[in-house]
């Protein structure tokens, strides 16, 4: 039997009815729109991706081992592991500082898994196995925001203690409600009826962009609007390392390198160096600002 009230995600729009027969470039029209229409989906989201952000940076800045946790089925799962391992190089933030709760496990990434998505004693076994806890966030993606396996991962997680955030694309959905913090994306019908792939996906995966990126800024891992805490690990890296030390200190690429090499490639270790300070110095100045580059030049200066 059909449902006769599916979610926003699942509608089938008459704006795109007789889609196969259009023109290619029509068809490409109607589906750049609904990727700028979700993108648009995510201004009157920004007040509560601010809230959350805020207090995901709180709960991590204030335990080292807190971790960022993702929990979702299918393209939402895959957005969610796509978002945390760009973390590593980009902020350098710890890998075992990530963590994954996917439906169907690490094959469902390359693979649908019959079933998994409703599967909530799963998540609560990937709660538990993962030793979810009060020094974690957790972000649970859901388009529907029904997804049994994420609803269950969430309240899961906070029971446990974690910091939970849910993003959804239909409003009063039981993920938002399960979440201490919910983020709607209201970005309705698909072109393609049901492929989520396509404007849900898009909302999602800026949202996480944004989400995260506030994250690190909070955390000390931008200084202005500068990649301090790269990883240099190629030559567009390495490179990019220098220029970062050279315009903070007005150095020489040879000073900008010796610095880099003194301090292990750290960006804001070796702009402290370049500033006078040791290298064990710059370190201790770093951790004793937790990582504020801006505060531990300012402390460096009246040394």
Known sequence: MTDPNPPDTEAVSARYHGLDTWESTDVLQAMWEGQAAAIAALRPALPALARAGEAMAARLAANRHGRFVYAGAGTSARLGVQDGVELVPTFHWPPERLAYLVAGGAPALTRAI??????????????????????????????????????????????????????????????????????VLETGAEVIAG???????????????????????????????????????????????ERLVRRLTGCDLAAARAALEASQGRVKAAVLVVDGADPEGAEQLLADTAGSLRRARTALSEI
């Open 114 to 183: 019959e079933g998994a998505e409703d599967d909530g004693e799963a998540a609560a076994r990937a709660v538990a196995d993962a030793r979810i806890g009060a020094d974690d966030v957790l972000v649970g993606l859901a388009a529907s925001g029904s997804t049994r396996f994420t609803v269950r991962a969430l309240s899961a997680g906070a029971a446990a203690g974690a910091l939970t955030v849910a993003i959804a694309n239909v409003p009063d959905a039981p993920l938002l409600e399960a979440a201490h913090h919910a983020i």
């Open 195 to 241: 492929s989520t792939r396509m404007k849900a996906g898009t909302a999602q995966r800026a949202a996480l962009t944004l989400l995260s990126s506030l994250v690190m800024v909070r955390l000390n891992r931008v200084h202005d609007n500068l990649m301090v805490d790269v990883e240099a690990t190629n030559a567009k890296l390495v490179a990019r390392a």
